[in-house]
């Protein structure tokens, strides 16, 4: 098994247990009822070599050594003082699939040959290996002073794959979109089991370094460039001490509170409170010493309007909204009737975060149009935007930015986005050759989820991008892709949820709905009693109450509960098909 036990990192969180997956390697099966207790490895204390221990044994240890990011220069004692001087460790993690196996003599040397699983990069940014890449190195070996050493120097540092779990986490820097009103997570994977102090030291100055390439250009860090934290981030009851340079002196009120928020939404998962200090005086002295949380709730990632908890749908080429999933009322499909979209028929719907718009595709696929859901003046009139191909469904972000995606089935796919002023823009993409079957905005309008179909093996994947600027700002470009790399088959659909994205697809059996971290470290099934029906669409978006709503092959519809029951709107087989959606 190539992979033990990164599915634990998200499970965690949820209210229930489930069978967790590796992203690599064979399954592992669990009750539904509760997660395995395994933890797929005992963490290594990094020690220096023994006196006169033979060449397995110097290689072996030196990779326990470097699996332990804070000893490094224990792992340095295994090595020729030329290597030593010459490994930069910190350029990058491999993460391998450990196994007796994988170490053998070869010539003068120990020859590793592995299953690659990952690479975490320089700023922590977690990137799953193709399915057939291995993790190859020869450690050559020579005698210094009598002694064997490694003689060859690695490409950054190397860590099995059962001990990621227990030097590593995943955290959360967070930057603002463009508009300055919601915060984006990049998620980076750094060293765990750190005293709090140095924990938060460590997430601090991380953020103060900006975006990884994953962000890029596409969010804004508020903290101008030289922003450091005068020595550390010291942590006394809970409270962690931010104690930024001069530089940060120059911001004004309202970037200054942004900055507090980027600095506060960070910290808060640690669980630690922020005092923030500007060459010694706070940073925001109209606010209290130590921020609340709550102060800055406002700048929600996950855009955590009400509103977002409403099903919508289509019922016979009709918007309807779906009511009585909270048990409040007989569950039906109420048709928006009073809106100009009433006036058209319809393949696909998408509602804004707000639930006071949506937009349509019309059933004969030249028009997208969008219109107020429940307008009071019952003239108010549609915005057409005639469109040419295939068009995906298209998606709305917190701002109530209407993204949609034609030509999707010709040689080159055409993406745009209507902001909330109507302005029309085309947003650049390549999808070199591959077909996108679906498009998902993140509420944050930066971060983008697609499945896509490979020219190459007619097989549908995941993956993920971020919308970024070109030519000075004027252009907006979709960039920076990220193949999730699930070992799923058969996957139909994927969606932003609260805890990462579900993914309908297959492994080994019939599809099934799966839960997938955002940078695909972790894949596991959705918590809750196993389905009695066949996936084929999800519906779900990132608000913490929001249930998930599968749509089966049949096109019944049926969602998650709370107390992780799969429940059916139609039981009886006698309702037509909805199609459904939620906001975003």
Same mark, same amino acid.
């Given at each position: 098994?190539?992979?033990?036990?990164?599915?634990?990192?998200?499970?965690?969180?949820?209210?229930?247990?489930?069978?967790?997956?590796?992203?690599?390697?064979?399954?592992?099966?669990?009750?539904?009822?509760?997660?395995?207790?395994?933890?797929?490895?005992?963490?290594?204390?990094?020690?220096?070599?023994?006196?006169?221990?033979?060449?397995?044994?110097?290689?072996?240890?030196?990779?326990?050594?470097?699996?332990?990011?804070?000893?490094?220069?224990? %792992?340095?004692?295994?090595? !020729?003082?030329? *290597?030593? @001087? =010459? +490994?930069? #460790?910190?350029?990058?993690?491999?993460?391998? &699939?450990?196994?007796?196996?994988?170490?053998?003599?070869?010539?003068?040397?120990?020859?590793?040959? %592995?299953?690659?699983?990952? !690479?975490?990069? *320089?700023? @922590? =940014? +977690?990137? #799953?290996?193709?399915?057939?890449?291995?993790? &190859?190195?020869?450690?050559?070996?020579?005698?210094?002073?009598?002694?064997?050493?490694?003689?060859?120097?690695?490409?950054?540092?190397?860590?099995?794959?059962?001990?990621?779990?227990?030097?590593?986490?995943?955290?959360?820097?967070?930057?603002?979109?463009?508009?300055?009103?919601?915060?984006?997570?990049?998620?980076?994977?750094?060293?765990?089991?750190?005293?709090?102090?140095?924990?938060?030291?460590?997430?601090?100055?991380?953020?103060?370094?900006?975006?990884?390439?994953?962000?890029?250009?596409?969010?804004?860090?508020?903290?101008?460039?030289?922003?450091?934290?005068?020595?550390?981030?010291?942590?006394?009851?809970?409270?962690?001490?931010?104690?930024?340079?001069?530089?940060?002196?120059?911001?004004?009120?309202?970037?200054?509170?942004?900055?507090?928020?980027?600095?506060?939404?960070?910290?808060?998962?640690?669980?630690?409170?922020?005092?923030?200090?500007?060459?010694?005086?706070?940073?925001?002295?109209?606010?209290?010493?130590?921020?609340?949380?709550?102060?800055?709730?406002?700048?929600?990632?996950?855009?955590?309007?009400?509103?977002?908890?409403?099903?919508?749908?289509?019922?016979?080429?009709?918007?309807?909204?779906?009511?009585?999933?909270?048990?409040?009322?007989?569950?039906?499909?109420?048709?928006?009737?009073?809106?100009?979209?009433?006036?058209?028929?319809?393949?696909?719907?998408?509602?804004?975060?707000?639930?006071?718009?949506?937009?349509?595709?019309?059933?004969?696929?030249?028009?997208?149009?969008?219109?107020?859901?429940?307008?009071?003046?019952?003239?108010?009139?549609?915005?057409?935007?005639?469109?040419?191909?295939?068009?995906?469904?298209?998606?709305?972000?917190?701002?109530?930015?209407?993204?949609?995606?034609?030509?999707?089935?010709?040689?080159?796919?055409?993406?745009?986005?209507?902001?909330?002023?109507?302005?029309?823009?085309?947003?650049?993409?390549?999808?070199?050759?591959?077909?996108?079957?679906?498009?998902?905005?993140?509420?944050?309008?930066?971060?983008?989820?697609?499945?896509?179909?490979?020219?190459?093996?007619?097989?549908?994947?995941?993956?993920?991008?971020?919308?970024?600027?070109?030519?000075?700002?004027?252009?907006?470009?979709?960039?920076?892709?990220?193949?999730?790399?699930?070992?799923?088959?058969?996957?139909?659909?994927?969606?932003?949820?609260?805890?990462?994205?579900?993914?309908?697809?297959?492994?080994?059996?019939?599809?099934?709905?799966?839960?997938?971290?955002?940078?695909?470290?972790?894949?596991?099934?959705?918590?809750?009693?196993?389905?009695?029906?066949?996936?084929?669409?999800?519906?779900?978006?990132?608000?913490?109450?929001?249930?998930?709503?599968?749509?089966?092959?049949?096109?019944?519809?049926?969602?998650?509960?709370?107390?992780?029951?799969?429940?059916?709107?139609?039981?009886?087989?006698?309702?037509?098909?909805?199609?459904?959606?939620?906001?975003?």
């Amino acid at each position: 098994m190539r992979r033990r036990l990164l599915g634990v990192l998200l499970a965690v969180a949820l209210l229930g247990g489930c069978a967790t997956v590796p992203t690599k390697g064979t399954i592992r099966n669990g009750e539904r009822q509760g997660l395995a207790p395994d933890l797929g490895g005992v963490g290594v204390e990094a020690k220096p070599p023994r006196a006169n221990i033979p060449d397995m044994a110097i290689v072996s240890g030196f990779l326990e050594a470097m699996s332990d990011s804070q000893a490094y220069d224990v %792992a340095r004692q295994y090595m !020729t003082p030329e *290597a030593a @001087g =010459e +490994w930069k #460790p910190e350029s990058q993690t491999v993460v391998y &699939d450990q196994r007796p196996e994988s170490l053998t003599r070869k010539n003068d040397g120990i020859q590793l040959t %592995a299953q690659k699983i990952a !690479t975490i990069g *320089a700023r @922590g =940014e +977690w990137t #799953p290996a193709a399915a057939n890449e291995k993790a &190859d190195f020869f450690f050559k070996l020579k005698k210094v002073d009598g002694q064997l050493r490694v003689a060859t120097v690695p490409p950054g540092a190397y860590l099995g794959s059962n001990q990621v779990d227990l030097k590593l986490a995943p955290r959360d820097l967070y930057f603002f979109n463009q508009s300055r009103d919601l915060l984006v997570p990049d998620q980076v994977w750094l060293s765990q089991n750190l005293p709090s102090g140095q924990a938060a030291t460590q997430l601090i100055q991380e953020l103060l370094k900006g975006p990884t390439s994953r962000l890029g250009n596409g969010v804004v860090s508020i903290a101008p460039p030289g922003t450091e934290v005068q020595v550390s981030v010291p942590v006394d009851l809970g409270v962690a001490t931010v104690a930024l340079n001069d530089t940060a002196a120059s911001l004004r009120d309202q970037d200054r509170r942004l900055l507090a928020a980027q600095i506060v939404w960070t910290l808060n998962q640690l669980n630690l409170r922020a005092k923030i200090t500007v060459g010694g005086a706070p940073l925001l002295p109209d606010e209290p010493e130590v921020l609340p949380f709550s102060n800055f709730s406002a700048y929600d990632p996950q855009a955590s309007a009400g509103a977002m908890t409403k099903l919508y749908g289509l019922l016979g080429q009709k918007p309807q909204r779906i009511v009585g999933l909270d048990g409040a009322s007989e569950i039906s499909a109420q048709p928006l009737n009073s809106g100009p979209l009433a006036l058209h028929k319809a393949q696909a719907f998408a509602v804004t975060l707000a639930g006071d718009a949506g937009a349509i595709v019309t059933a004969d696929g030249r028009d997208v149009v969008y219109g107020k859901l429940d307008p009071s003046d019952n003239a108010a009139k549609a915005t057409e935007i005639p469109v040419d191909g295939h068009t995906l469904p298209p998606s709305f972000d917190g701002q109530d930015n209407l993204w949609f995606l034609d030509r999707a089935n010709g040689a080159h796919p055409r993406l745009r986005v209507r902001d909330s002023d109507g302005r029309l823009r085309s947003v650049e993409t390549d999808f070199k050759g591959d077909t996108p079957v679906a498009l998902r905005m993140a509420p944050d309008g930066v971060r983008a989820l697609l499945v896509m179909k490979s020219a190459a093996t007619k097989q549908n994947y995941v993956q993920t991008a971020t919308v970024q600027t070109t030519n000075g700002g004027k252009q907006l470009m979709l960039g920076a892709f990220r193949q999730l790399m699930l070992e799923l088959t058969n996957i139909t659909d994927a969606a932003w949820d609260k805890q990462g994205i579900i993914v309908i697809g297959s492994a080994n059996a019939a599809p099934q709905p799966w839960l997938v971290s955002t940078d695909g470290s972790s894949l596991q099934l959705l918590p809750g009693s196993a389905p009695g029906f066949v996936p084929e669409h999800v519906a779900s978006n990132t608000h913490k109450d929001t249930l998930p709503v599968i749509q089966d092959d049949a096109g019944r519809i049926h969602w998650l509960s709370k107390d992780l029951a799969w429940v059916s709107m139609d039981a009886d087989n006698s309702q037509a098909t909805i199609i459904p959606t939620y906001p975003g």
